[in-house]
T-cell receptor
Framework: EDKVVQSPLSLVVHEGDTVTLNCSYE??????LLWYKQEKKAPTFLFML????IEKKSGRLSSILDKKELFSILNITATQTGDSAVYLC??????????FGQGTRLTINP | DAGVTQSPTHLIKTRGQQVTLRCSPK?????VSWYQQALGQGPQFIFQ???????QRGNFPDRFSGHQFPNYSSELNVNALLLGDSALYLC????????????????FGPGTRLTVL
């Protein structure tokens, strides 16, 4: 059975801290790995990763993929209260059929 | 550009009833996917429509069916509702792509919150 597992499920930190969110996967078909941020309802796209070892970066967020060990991490540095959200990891199995993890709920306290 | 829109926002039904949820894709998008997100879980892929046909399907029973119209909008129908069908139903749209093409970003709508009593 295809599965994507995220850890931790919940994380509470103080503003300014750095956090690392984990995503491991076991799927029959892999085309890419994606990270989304879900604040209220609609997930918004953060990163797409297809190659191992190449870091994607956007401001304070960065992500990397290890296709040998089948995992990815999402780093957020100098966290802000606006980073509070559920972060979803998903694997695209082809033609945009996404298998999602259960998400990590991140809470940033001022 | 209105982005992906969904209606209704919220819906309350009772067990055994039938429900229809609607989705209008982002302008220029012709592929629509539907996901079910139970409370505290990640979204689960229900099915995908392209050129008015179901192109891919996840592990959902036949009670879940859909349709895509010539203007690319889509409906999700659920028959014989169960308590376990209570969830946020998300629609996502994307640009045309072939099976071998790289990922085209999927834009998600705000969802329809379905409660089954």
């Amino acid at each position: 059975e295809d599965k994507v597992v995220q850890s931790p499920l919940s994380l509470v930190v103080h503003e300014g801290d750095t956090v690392t969110l984990n995503c491991s996967y076991e799927v029959t078909n892999f085309r890419s790995l994606l990270w989304y941020k879900q604040e209220k309802k609609a997930p918004t796209f953060l990163f797409m990763l297809t190659s191992s070892g190449i870091e994607k970066k956007s401001g304070r967020l960065s992500s990397i993929l290890d296709k040998k060990e089948l995992f990815s991490i999402l780093n957020i540095t100098a966290t802000q209260t606006g980073d509070s959200a559920v972060y979803l990891c998903a694997v695209d199995q082809g033609a945009q059929k996404l298998v999602f993890g259960q998400g990590t709920r991140l809470t940033i306290n001022p | 550009d209105a982005g992906v829109t969904q209606s209704p926002t919220h819906l309350i039904k009772t067990r055994g009833q039938q429900v229809t949820l609607r989705c209008s894709p982002k302008s220029g998008h012709d592929t629509v996917s539907w996901y079910q997100q139970a409370l505290g879980q990640g979204p689960q892929f229900i099915f995908q429509y392209y050129e008015e046909e179901e192109r891919q399907r996840g592990n959902f029973p036949d009670r879940f069916s859909g349709h895509q119209f010539p203007n690319y909008s889509s409906e999700l129908n659920v028959n014989a509702l169960l308590l376990g069908d209570s969830a946020l139903y998300l629609c996502a749209s994307s640009l045309p792509m072939g099976w071998e093409a790289l990922y085209n970003e999927q834009f998600f709508g705000p969802g329809t919150r379905l409660t089954v009593l």
